[in-house]
């Protein structure tokens, strides 16, 4: 009696009920399990038409060639020279293993020395930064910086709350100035003129207060002031490096740079210098009462200056690289933007963190509303301009842009935001009466930042190979 499948003698025979044929059991149910049919007929079969046979017990005979001592040995012999071959494996493994547990501590072990040296030297350096004294054109006297969230001394704290109590309690009731750009005169504005390309490379322009001189520079190492009236570069300045922030003091010229230091002049001339960031000054604000400059770095800190001195007063460590800061315009709160998305909010006074806002994507721009409530949000790669409002700490407008936004400016009545992108400038206007949004301008005009003109009439936008383009009322 044969199995019909394997054709050999079952250990455990069964019979189909259907075909008579005779099975190895283990053999037929698996090929029920996977074909529910009679191996032979091909017909229809199942467990339950299996019939257990009864057979006696047969002892398989050893295979011929164990049966006699020379077939043994070399049987055995076999097994010893694989069971050699599997220890000898099983050393050189365990070998390798040990050698690749003695590098990896190896490696733990430096990682570690380097961890304990470079923090050794990070407080070296703190330490060493805070005797550092500040190269002003002879302003300094050799005092040593103050570092890591000092609080202001007396004097500019005094100078702080003066200045916040005056403009808060003004900021609502302020009226819209005679002769303001209205919406519909906004809608009718067209390029009035376009300069050459002045410095490649620029990525911020301010306007003075008298809206004539604009303030730029590339990555030449050279700032201009550029008269819009006259159409030319009135002063050029020479910054060392590669500029990377801009501002006005009065009619002083601020000016930060790639290496870390923030020069001021005057009629054309350096008249001191602060900041000793250990990169690039990567933006530059003026406090609300022109006492006090900030600047923020891609080292992480930013630092508070008193510019009646030129001495460092105050410097914070932030856990990111610094994209962009500025005071609140009641000047009591200091909004730093960086590369992990957030944007922290400080006490000036204090230095302490008050608040940190998560806004997704790396900061690149802030501005202002003058109601004091918003403020304008521009994110890296981001082709919308987001409105967030201080006291809920929330977005309350995404306002599209059509391209990819640089940069984001409100004019002084807090009604209309302008929007520079590598596209298009854009400007939104917020209608308080009935809570509503509209946009009168967009236009081809590719920039990397823009400046709003006197009374608003006009739009200096910075365009992205460094020459400027006013817009107007046609």
């Known amino acids: 009696m044969l199995c019909a499948i394997s054709g050999e003698a079952p250990r455990e025979p069964v019979a189909s009920r259907n075909s008579g044929n005779v099975f190895e059991k283990r053999l037929i149910e698996a090929h029920i399990a996977e074909n529910h049919s009679d191996p032979v007929t091909g017909e229809h079969l199942s467990v339950e038409d299996l019939i257990e046979l009864k057979a006696p017990q047969v002892v398989t005979p050893r295979a011929p060639n164990l049966t006699s001592i020379p077939a043994l040995l070399s049987a055995f012999q076999n097994e010893w020279d694989a069971i050699v071959l599997e220890s000898h494996t099983l050393k050189q493994q365990l070998a390798q293993t040990r050698q690749e547990l003695s590098t990896a501590l190896y490696q733990n072990d430096a990682a570690t020395r380097v961890i304990a040296r470079l923090s050794r030297e990070r407080?070296?350096?703190?330490?060493?930064?805070?005797?550092?004294?500040?190269?002003?054109?002879?302003?300094?006297?050799?005092?040593?910086?103050?570092?890591?969230?000092?609080?202001?001394?007396?004097?500019?704290?005094?100078?702080?709350?003066?200045?916040?109590?005056?403009l808060f309690a003004t900021r609502r009731k302020r009226p819209v100035p005679d002769g303001w750009v209205s919406g519909e005169q906004l809608s009718t504005f067209e390029t009035a003129?376009?300069?050459?390309?002045?410095?490649?490379?620029?990525?911020?322009?301010?306007?003075?207060?008298?809206?004539?001189?604009?303030?730029?520079?590339?990555?030449?190492?050279?700032?201009?002031?550029?008269?819009?009236?006259?159409?030319?570069?009135?002063?050029?300045?020479?910054?060392?490096?590669?500029?990377?922030?801009?501002?006005w003091w009065g009619d002083r010229a601020l000016v930060g740079t790639a290496a870390g230091n923030v020069k001021i002049f005057e009629d054309g001339n350096e008249i001191a210098q602060v900041?000793?960031?250990?990169?690039?000054?990567?933006?530059?604000?003026?406090?609300?009462?022109?006492?006090?400059?900030?600047?923020?770095?891609?080292?992480?800190r930013f630092a508070y200056y008193d510019l009646?001195?030129?001495?460092?007063?105050?410097?914070?460590?932030?856990?990111?690289?610094?994209?962009?800061?500025?005071?609140?315009?009641?000047g009591l709160l200091f909004f730093v933007g960086s590369s992990d998305g957030k944007i922290r909010i400080y006490d000036?006074?204090?230095?302490?963190?008050?608040?940190?806002?998560?806004?997704?994507?790396?900061?690149?721009?802030?501005?202002?509303?003058e109601n004091g409530t918003w403020f304008?949000?521009?994110?890296?790669?981001?082709?919308?301009?987001?409105?967030?409002?201080?006291?809920?700490?929330?977005?309350?407008?995404?306002?599209?842009?059509g391209s990819a936004v640089e940069s984001a400016k409100w004019d002084y009545t807090g009604q209309f935001l302008a929007a520079a992108g590598n596209g298009s400038v854009s400007v939104h206007q917020y209608t308080k009466a009935s809570k509503s949004w509209s946009e009168p301008v967009r236009k081809a005009v590719p920039a990397k930042d823009i400046a709003w003109g006197p009374s608003a009439q006009s739009i200096v936008a910075l365009t992205s190979d460094g020459g400027l383009s006013v817009l107007r009322a046609s």
């Open 308 to 330: 009646s001195t030129y001495k460092t007063v105050s410097q914070v460590y932030t856990d990111a690289d610094i994209t962009c800061c500025s005071f609140h315009v009641d």
């Open 123 to 166: 407080d070296e350096a703190r330490e060493a930064l805070s005797n550092v004294t500040i190269s002003g054109g002879g302003a300094s006297n050799g005092d040593a910086m103050q570092v890591d969230g000092q609080s202001l001394p007396e004097d500019l704290v005094a100078k702080v709350d003066e200045t916040q109590a005056q």
């Open 193 to 247: 003129s376009s300069s050459e390309p002045l410095y490649p490379g620029s990525s911020e322009v301010v306007l003075d207060a008298s809206g004539d001189l604009a303030l730029f520079g590339g990555a030449d190492g050279v700032a201009g002031v550029y008269s819009l009236s006259q159409q030319k570069v009135v002063r050029a300045l020479k910054a060392g490096s590669a500029v990377t922030a801009t501002a």
């Open 275 to 300: 900041a000793s960031h250990a990169g690039a000054v990567t933006s530059i604000s003026l406090h609300p009462s022109g006492a006090i400059l900030a600047s923020g770095g891609a080292d992480k």
């Open 348 to 369: 000036i006074k204090t230095g302490m963190s008050m608040v940190e806002l998560e806004t997704g994507s790396p900061v690149q721009a802030l501005s202002f509303n």
């Open 376 to 401: 304008a949000v521009v994110q890296r790669g981001s082709s919308s301009v987001s409105v967030w409002d201080i006291r809920k700490q929330n977005v309350v407008k995404v306002l599209d842009a």
